[in-house]
């Protein structure tokens, strides 16, 4: 049996919608017959030269980024490091930290840890690699070359699936690093269309888009994983917000308001305290002590649900939920992350579900079984040609 080893936002990660795509890759992958296990990957600037490229790149992005959104970067960040969390904050968060760290776990992975000095002693124990998903090609890793299999051996079948890069290349340093990691790759799969039109401009390389490995399970895969206890008995608009965009909790506030609907949402869902959730806090129910599964299973029973974040459009989409997307930060930027959102409902004529950064609809449209029917028969055709790409490449 071919031994298969993954490479992505799995190791130490508390991003749920990463963890999820982690246990996801293992749990299709292993239906082709395969052992397949996340590669325990710590990515640390240990080698001079890297380090060097590190500084490089950062300089650049700083240099290439306009004044405006420059001082609006620096301020939130000078913000986070002032925002002081006290201690029963802090209990709480652990609680997070501790219910990450436990589904982690679940997910089959490797023994060791690697670094990047030592991950080409992977290739003694993988027959295969695959790195993705998620959004590993974010130009902001391009000093990790593990995220392009730059340690794998040239005999063995080296795959990108679904990989994403949050946003483009923009200064000459990213797009030379990022020309040259590419051609490392054997078989390459993306999980934007977005993503697939650059590579074929810029490196002329033909790439597949293929689902999301959360795509890749069904709703009554994913139900059975599901922690229903912390789903609330009353009807409930269930609340994943991920940026900092107040006009989005404002939204779901009147919109509650409007329905008589209580609200349940995430606080200090990035490991803080946020500015953005006050009007959530003000009258919301906060769920602290939450994992992965549970974000699943609220959003399974929710009657609507709000969001800015790709994973929570997905699960929605899964469980053929009512659900409205937000941008998450500046939709005309050269540095958005909501394209990903954007490509996903465009591919499955689902954008009637997008609000931007704009105002729900007071009467929205209702998405008939029809509609919704259809929407499952593009998904499972395209979870077949996902297989097929995963069958063709490392079988």
């Known amino acids: ?25 293992c749990v299709a992958l292993s239906k082709l017959e395969v052992k397949a296990e996340q590669i325990c990957y710590r990515p640390v600037l240990e ?28 301020t939130e960040k000078i913000l986070k490091i002032k925002k002081e969390t006290n201690a029963k904050e802090q209990r709480k968060i652990d609680l997070q930290w501790k219910r990450f760290k436990e589904f982690e776990k679940i997910i089959p992975h490797s023994q060791d840890i690697y670094t990047d000095t030592t991950l080409t002693k992977a290739n003694e124990i993988y027959d295969a690699f695959v790195c993705g998903s998620d959004v590993i090609w974010h130009p902001g890793n391009l000093m990790h070359p593990a995220y ?7 005999n063995k079948s080296r795959i990108s699936y679904a990989a994403s890069m949050g946003r483009l290349p923009e200064t000459v340093t990213e797009k030379k690093e990022f020309s040259n990691n590419i051609r490392n790759i054997s078989y390459i799969s993306v999980r934007e269309r977005s993503t697939a039109d650059y590579l074929k401009k810029t490196e002329d390389i033909d790439a597949r888009v293929v689902l999301d490995p959360t795509l890749l ?23 994943y917000f991920l940026g900092e965009n107040e006009k989005s909790r404002e939204n779901a506030v009147e919109f509650c308001k409007k329905r008589n ?85 465009k591919e499955y004529e689902l954008q009637d579900h997008y609000v931007g950064n704009g105002t729900v609809p007071s009467e929205e449209e209702d998405n008939t079984p029809e509609l919704r029917s259809a929407v499952q028969e593009k998904l499972e055709k395209s979870r077949l040609e996902s297989y097929a790409f995963l069958k063709r490449t490392l079988l």
């Open 1 to 25: 049996m071919k031994k298969i080893g993954i490479i992505t936002h799995y190791y130490g990660s508390r991003n749920i919608g990463g963890l999820l795509q982690s246990y996801a890759m």
């Open 47 to 74: 080698d001079p030269k890297i380090r060097v490229l590190a500084v490089r790149l950062k300089v650049e992005q700083i240099l290439h980024c306009p004044p405006k959104q420059l001082v609006k970067k620096i």
């Open 148 to 154: 392009y299999l730059q340690f794998a051996d040239k």
């Open 217 to 239: 399970l069904d709703a009554e895969e994913w139900t059975t994983l599901e922690k229903v206890e912390v789903v609330p008995k009353d009807p409930y608009v269930f609340c």
């Open 261 to 345: 609907l209580q609200m349940i949402y995430l606080p200090y869902i990035m490991g803080y305290a946020r500015k953005a959730d006050i009007a959530l806090n003000q009258y919301g129910n906060g769920i602290y002590n939450y994992g992965p599964e549970d974000v699943v299973a609220l959003i399974h029973h929710a009657e609507y649900v709000f969001t800015d974040s790709f994973h929570a459009v997905v699960f929605s989409t899964i469980y053929n939920k009512k659900f409205f997307a937000f941008d998450r930060d500046e939709r005309n930027s050269t540095y958005s992350i909501n394209a990903r959102i954007n490509d996903f409902l």
